[in-house]
């Protein structure tokens, strides 16, 4: 079991003052994690300890060497692979497109570090071993497995993780006039469905995002973020959920700030 960058990153409201990411090896991981050895032969290997935000080429070439050096001489069954989860889904794809293997490659990370009293990795780490060790696993390229979920890392979409993990509002920086993919949209509404503000932006330089043009608002239950980009769509979208209000009042606030 071969694991990337081990520490999982800053989330949730219960990280304590100080923490930083990368700090954890993989041999501790394992170590605390009870009945880890129970369900397979597991060897740890550090590549990298690093926060995943500084993720670049050259640490994803040297993974997938790895990854497939290891298969190729029948070293390991599967392998896990613990990063932090602000580019756990870009690794997961990298390594998705490039592992020349049928074995399982699992990657997991955790939204809440060591230092929190409801800490999830430990569970994340259990479940991801669980999977690379099951013979199912076989023949569906990388996974992601966090929150009791798996993800084929083609398809991990921020969308539903944000849901789960108790969101309340979404700024979708999409293409063009803020449009997304089919899956995207269709996550989109699960989430207006679940109670949580979606508004749909752009990623592009300029242009206004206009409702119902592109995508259906209407029929989604999404808002239009007009002028406003994503970085400023979240700051008043914050507000506009702090101060209560419904979705109506909430895209008059983007058509009038």
């Avoid at 993720?55 to 990854?67: C, F, K, M, S, Y």
């Avoid at 074995?103 to 259990?126: C, E, K, Q, W």
């Avoid at 966090?146 to 509002?169: E, F, P």
């Avoid at 002028?227 to 209560?244: D, E, F, M, W």
């Amino acid at each position: 079991m071969p694991p990337e960058a081990p520490s999982p990153e800053k989330g949730g409201s219960e990280v304590e003052a100080g923490y930083s990411s990368g700090e954890v090896s993989v041999h501790s991981l394992v170590a605390a994690v009870p009945g880890l050895r129970e369900l397979a032969e597991l060897t740890g290997e550090q590549i990298a300890q690093i926060g995943s935000q500084d993720i670049n080429d050259g640490l994803w070439l040297e993974l997938a060497a790895r990854v497939n050096a290891l298969f190729a001489a029948d070293k390991a069954d599967g392998i896990v692979i613990t990063h932090g989860t602000d580019t756990a889904e870009e690794t997961g794809f990298f390594l998705h497109l490039t592992v020349k293997s049928d074995h399982p490659v699992v990657l997991t990370g955790s939204m809440r570090p060591a230092t929190s009293l409801s800490a999830d990795g430990p569970l994340n780490l259990y479940n991801a071993v669980a999977v690379a060790a099951d013979p199912g696993a076989r023949g569906r390229g990388a996974i992601v497995a966090i929150n009791n979920d798996l993800h084929s890392a083609r398809d991990v979409d921020l969308i539903r993780a944000s849901v789960s993990l108790g969101a309340r509002g979404i700024v979708m920086a999409g293409m063009g006039n803020g449009n997304v993919s089919t899956e995207a949209a269709a996550a989109l509404a699960e989430a207006v469905k679940a109670g949580v503000v979606v508004v749909r932006s752009t990623r592009v330089g300029s242009g206004d995002v206009g409702r119902n043009i592109e995508m259906d608002d209407d029929a989604l239950g999404t808002l239009a973020a007009d002028q406003l980009n994503p970085h400023k769509s979240r700051v008043l979208l914050q507000l506009c959920i702090a101060t209560g209000m419904d979705r109506g009042a909430v895209q008059d606030a983007f058509y009038r700030y």
